[in-house]
């Protein structure tokens, strides 16, 4: 889900959520709240390259434009080889982020770009995501019937992308306060039409498109044994002001309260970096998982976790964990930075922010340092000096 950030589930302008859809399905999946993007300078592509490796991305360059020739063991080949047809569908051209060429290598059995599409509606960067949708199911339905397989399939929207101003074809989202002064009912109009107003308005069509989705699949008789797992790539990249005015914004006096006024939040860089997380869910209509899972986890975690969940084998080269078993975890960021349950490290300053308040030891401290540094450094050797093929082929020569 292109720019879903954790911010806007649970949310609700005049009474109205901003993601229902979103809300409803944590509710009942399995849902992530304090799940972190571990993107470089890749972003949608990173993203993708860490859900199916559970490696870091590439700090020297871009793994899908500059190593896109090397071996990885991914979950698309460990599906693949548990007798699955997996497939990618995206509305963008084959060549953005060279997805052609590296969906292929990482296992896809087919991708279907831009030009699989009928290019009816579109917004913003293409077509939208609601018709997207559309054509996704039947295109799903005739996978099933043609390879008589169970399927894996990645779905990349695209509508919900900086700068969403092109609004005209989603509904109407007022983020809007309206309370009562003086027996007066006031709306105020705060953020309505900001940054951060237009991207509450384009996330609730996405998760109305996703709603479409869900409900399409489930009349088409695909939902009844399918497991739908959603991910937000990265941040939606929306500068430190509006979430200033978010916490601090004071609809009974239309202003931003300041330091020390009454219920004023000190709201620090820190907190900044924390506010980034994306949502990740995994749900299936029967709601046999439910659960949520409030500490910390990342995008290097998912491959581990529903490799171990569909029992469809284990990769040695998995550098995350089991979102169900780790104790303790710590996600790791491109710059050496790292969070845990318990603080934001920022690998550039050195600077350590307690988040609940809580202390943590020098040595802890320095472990994990060491821990982010050995997982970023293994990764980049992995990519650059392709060492999956290496192992392959010197167990193949011994
Ligand atoms: C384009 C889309 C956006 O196809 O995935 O990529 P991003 O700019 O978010 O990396
Ligand atoms: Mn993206």
């Known amino acids: 889900a292109e720019s879903l950030q954790t911010i806007a589930l649970n949310r609700e302008f005049e009474g109205k959520e901003v993601t229902p859809t979103l809300n409803r399905l944590s509710k009942e999946g399995a849902y992530f709240s304090n799940f972190y993007s571990e993107v470089g300078v890749g972003t949608s592509s990173d993203a993708e ?35 699955y047809y997996t497939f990618s569908m995206h509305g963008n051209t084959g060549d953005f982020w060279n997805r052609a060429t590296m969906h292929e290598n990482m296992g896809y059995d087919k ?92 996330v609730h069509y996405s998760d109305q498109a996703l709603e479409q989705f869900i409900n399409d699949m489930d009349e088409s008789g695909l939902l009844d044994d399918t497991v739908i797992v959603i991910y937000g790539d990265h941040d939606a990249r929306i500068s430190k002001k509006y979430y200033n005015t978010l916490y601090n914004y004071d609809p009974y006096t239309d202003k931003v309260k300041q330091e020390g006024e009454d219920g004023y939040v000190d709201y620090n860089d820190y907190m900044y970096q924390l506010d980034k997380k994306v949502p990740f869910i995994i749900w299936s209509k029967d709601k046999k998982v439910q659960k949520q899972i409030d500490s910390v986890s990342g995008m290097i975690d998912v491959l581990p976790t529903l490799s171990n969940m569909f029992g469809v084998g284990t990769n040695k080269y998995q550098l995350g964990h089991d979102l169900f078993s780790v104790k303790d975890n710590t996600i790791v960021f491109t710059d050496g930075s790292y969070v845990t349950d318990k603080i934001y490290y920022d690998g550039q300053s050195g600077e350590i922010y307690s988040i609940k308040g809580d202390t943590t030891s020098e040595d802890e401290v320095s472990k994990k340092v060491e821990y982010a540094d050995d997982l970023i450094k293994v990764s980049n050797d992995i990519i650059t000096y392709d060492l999956i093929k290496e192992m392959n082929s010197s167990k193949k020569n011994s």
């Open 49 to 83: 390259f860490t859900f199916s490796t559970s490696l870091m991305p590439s700090n020297n360059g871009t793994v899908f434009v500059n190593y896109f020739d090397r071996d990885y063991n991914t979950i698309q080949k460990m599906f693949k080889s548990n007798g």
């Open 111 to 202: 991708f279907y770009s831009k030009s699989s599409f009928k290019i009816d509606e579109t917004i913003g960067l293409g077509i939208s995501d609601k018709s997207f949708f559309k054509q996704v199911v039947p295109k799903i339905k005739k996978i099933k019937e043609k390879q008589n397989k169970p399927f894996y399939g990645t779905l990349i929207t695209l509508t919900n992308h900086t700068p969403w101003s092109d609004l005209k074809l989603m509904d109407e989202f007022p983020t809007t306060w309206t309370v009562d002064i003086n027996g007066q009912n006031v709306t105020r109009d705060y953020i309505n039409g900001t940054t951060l107003g237009d991207y509450f308005r384009s």
